[in-house]
């Protein structure tokens, strides 16, 4: 293979790594907003938990408030019975006392009801402070592994940019901007090897001339006109890929420019 196809091929495999990088530096916000997704949703739900406690301490507060009034009622009547003159005056004192009575009592229960149900409240909500709490060391350790590896991308990115320029030197200004230019509409492999006489592209066949310059490793050749042997032998001449056929054995170049 000649120098400059193997120099190709290495240009290319650092060309692909800085492709992957750059989209991976891409997908970062949308990675931090998934992350942040999942955050927003523990946060959500203890904000829940926390109003409903909110609420049901004003229902609580609303019952004692309501025993406490029919307490001061009953002392009420208990004056009143100490003044009163006459016997049924008392007994129907002593009646509304009953009545009084019976309606704290039931008032009571709610409140025994109410303050389990408060208990189930505090500690759903206890559940979600630490899934909360969890979540959110989670999510800081992960931004600040994403934090890093966005430095590390950076770096490695700005490094390979400096040592393009010694790579491409030599290289013949024609191949190169044609590499570029493939390299950028498929977004992957601009050179690939010849796999049973078909282009490891597009898989379409090509023509023995192609697949003859290719084997001679001497050149670079290109798929331009794949297609299949008409049975007078001719080729049709469909358009390829494009893409540049370089290297002629998975053993040689292969390695470098397997097809994805
Ligand atoms: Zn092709």
Redesign the pocket.
Known sequence: MSPLIEKMLTLQDRDRRMLQLLREQKDVPARKQLIETRLQAHRESLKASQEEIKKHTATLKNLEVEIEAKKNQIKKYRDQQLQAKKNEEYRALEHEVATVQKQIRTLEDQEIVAMERMEELQKTQGTHQQDFQAEEKQVQAEFQALETRVQNIQHEIDQMRAERTTLTAGVDATWLARYERILQKTGNYAM?PVEKNC?G????T?PPSVIHDARRGQTITS?NY?GTPSPEGLYSRRR????M?AVSDANRGGRKVRTP
């Not at 592209?201 to 379409?204: A, E, K």
């Not at 390829?240 to 893409?243: L, P, V």
């Open positions: 690939v282009c592209g597009c898989h379409m090509l798929c794949c390829g890929c494009g893409r056929v």
